[in-house]
């Protein structure tokens, strides 16, 4: 059963702080500067998220619909989705973290 791990709050995460938030629920949570690298943020349920300048590097979203969120403060590198990638549909990114998963689905990209 999912656990409602934070309500109306602000986060903010050292680099030295792993997090596993497997199956939780996030609701109105408001994540600044947190360093979410290697996190497990699989099947996770985000309910209005707000991020600012946060660090996802080799973080999984596995299951985790990302809609909604928007992503274009954030660093996002080596993150893991499903091989469909159905978790990205409808974040916003900005135009370089677009580019940077197209050329995962093999996309080749012409400047």
């Known amino acids: 059963m999912p656990v409602v791990l934070c309500s ?20 109105a949570v408001h994540a600044c500067t947190c360093y979410f690298s290697s996190a497990d943020m699989s099947e996770m349920e985000l309910r209005a998220i707000t991020l600012d300048d946060d660090r996802f590097t080799g973080t999984s979203f596995f299951r985790t ?39 995962r689905l093999g996309i080749i990209i012409k400047e």
């Open 8 to 27: 109306v709050i602000l986060m903010t995460l050292s680099p030295s702080c792993v997090i596993s938030v497997l199956r939780h629920i996030w609701k």
């Open 65 to 103: 619909k990302l809609t909604g969120l928007d992503l274009t403060s954030c660093q996002l590198k080596g993150f893991v989705v499903s091989d469909a990638m159905g978790e990205v549909f409808g974040a916003k990114l900005s135009l370089y973290q677009a580019a940077a998963l197209a050329q």
